[in-house]
T-cell receptor, first 114, second 113 residues
Framework: DTGVSQDPRHKITKRGQNVTFRCDPI?????LYWYRQTLGQGPEFLTY????????KSRLLSDRFSAERPKGSFSTLEIQRTEQGDSAMYLC????????????FGAGTRLSVL | AQTVTQSQPEMSVQEAETVTLSCTYD???????LFWYKQPPSRQMILVIR??????QNATENRFSVNFQKAAKSFSLKISDSQLGDAAMYFC??????????FGTGTLLAVQP
C-alpha cells in the first residue's frame, strides 16, 4: 500500500472556475477526512466520511464546496465558482474506524486561484 | 470548543543537540488524544508521536518524547540528538470525542549543521 494519494498535486485556476480534487485513502481505512491549510496556519477540518456517509461538515465548507465518497473508497472535493480566498493546500487523510485513531495524510493538493 | 496553541513560530537547534517544542491546549473533555505531526517542505504530514490522555506515562518514540502535563494542559515535544532530517514544520494536534483533529499553528524547526 502506498498510503493516501491525492490528485492533482497542484492546480492553478482562474477565479470563477470550478475545480475538483481526488483523494484515494489507504485501502482498508473506512474513514476519510478533508482539511484545508493556508500559509502559516495549521490544517483546518472541512468534512469527514465514514464509508460513503458524510458525517460532519465544518462551517468553513460553504455552499460552493461539495464532497462525495460514492462507493466508500475514493473521495472528491469540488469547489464551484472559485474565489481567491480559496487558495490553499487541501489535505486528505484516512483512518480505520473507531475513535481517536491516527490519521494518515496525503501530500495535498495546492490550489492557486488567480 | 477545543483549542491548540503553539507559541513558538520558529525554533533552531544545532545538530546533535536537544530541542523542546511547546504546545498547550484547552478542552473540557476527559478522554482525548494528543499528537505531534511533522510536515517537511512540500511533503506529506507524518505522525511523530501520540499520547493518550488517560495514560500518565509520557510517550516515547526513539529520539522523540513528550512531556504531558494534563492538569496544566501542556504537551511539549522533545527531540534528542537532532538530525538534519528533523528540519520541518511541527504541528501539535488534539483529537477528542469528534473525529476531527484540531491543529495548532505550527513551529518551524531549523537544524543547523
Amino acid at each position: 500500500d502506498t498510503g493516501v494519494s491525492q490528485d492533482p498535486r497542484h492546480k492553478i485556476t482562474k477565479r470563477g472556475q470550478n475545480v475538483t480534487f481526488r483523494c484515494d485513502p489507504i485501502s482498508e481505512h473506512n474513514r476519510l477526512y478533508w482539511y484545508r491549510q493556508t500559509l502559516g496556519q495549521g490544517p483546518e477540518f472541512l468534512t469527514y466520511f465514514q464509508n460513503e456517509a458524510q458525517l460532519e461538515k465544518s462551517r468553513l465548507l460553504s455552499d460552493r464546496f461539495s464532497a462525495e465518497r460514492p462507493k466508500g473508497s475514493f473521495s472528491t472535493l469540488e469547489i464551484q465558482r472559485t474565489e481567491q480566498g480559496d487558495s490553499a493546500m487541501y489535505l486528505c487523510a484516512s483512518s480505520p474506524s473507531g475513535t481517536k485513531n491516527i490519521q494518515y495524510f496525503g501530500a495535498g493538493t495546492r490550489l492557486s486561484v488567480l | 470548543a477545543q483549542t491548540v496553541t503553539q507559541s513558538q513560530p520558529e525554533m533552531s537547534v544545532q545538530e546533535a543537540e536537544t530541542v523542546t517544542l511547546s504546545c498547550t491546549y484547552d478542552t473540557s473533555e476527559s478522554d482525548y488524544y494528543l499528537f505531534w505531526y511533522k510536515q517537511p517542505p512540500s511533503r506529506q504530514m507524518i505522525l511523530v508521536i501520540r499520547q493518550e490522555a488517560y495514560k500518565q506515562q509520557n510517550a516515547t518514540e526513539n529520539r522523540f518524547s513528550v512531556n504531558f502535563q494534563k492538569a496544566a494542559k501542556s504537551f511539549s515535544l522533545k527531540i534528542s540528538d537532532s538530525q538534519l532530517g528533523d528540519a520541518a514544520m511541527y504541528f501539535c494536534a488534539y483529537g477528542g470525542a469528534t473525529n476531527k483533529l484540531i491543529f495548532g499553528t505550527g513551529t518551524l524547526l531549523a537544524v543547523q549543521p
